[in-house]
């Protein structure tokens, strides 16, 4: 991976940290639900934030140079791979 990447991935997964102790601190405290669920969800998303930023990297990075492989073979097994991590981060 690369910058910038590497650094939003960090700021992200620490901000998720965070919020799960919250969400705990959250539960312990027999918080209403719905808010609970809010919590859920934010913090859901900065994890599927962190992984297009990953998978941006990636395609920048490792991507760029398998794409122009003259290995038919390695372009072909890339594009599977990206094809299974599209369907991963969208899910």
Same mark, same amino acid.
């Given at each position: 991976?690369? &910058?910038? +990447?590497?650094? $939003? =991935?960090? %700021?992200?997964? *620490?901000?998720?940290?965070? $919020?799960?102790?919250?969400i &705990?601190?959250?539960? /312990? /405290?027999? #918080? +209403?639900? =719905? /808010?609970?669920? $809010? $919590?859920?969800?934010?913090?859901?998303?900065?994890?599927?934030?962190?992984?297009? +930023?990953? !998978? &941006?990297?990636?395609?920048?990075s490792?991507?760029?140079?398998?794409?122009?492989? *003259? *290995?038919?073979? &390695? #372009?072909? /097994?890339? =594009?599977?791979? !990206? %094809?299974?991590a599209? *369907?991963?981060?969208?899910?």
């Amino acid at each position: 991976m690369i &910058e910038p +990447y590497i650094s $939003q =991935v960090k %700021t992200n997964l *620490k901000k998720a940290s965070g $919020q799960l102790a919250a969400i &705990e601190a959250m539960v /312990d /405290d027999n #918080r +209403y639900c =719905v /808010d609970v669920a $809010q $919590q859920i969800n934010a913090a859901i998303g900065l994890l599927k934030q962190a992984n297009s +930023y990953i !998978l &941006e990297g990636h395609l920048l990075s490792c991507g760029a140079e398998k794409l122009n492989s *003259k *290995k038919p073979d &390695e #372009r072909l /097994d890339f =594009v599977k791979e !990206l %094809t299974k991590a599209f *369907k991963l981060n969208n899910k």
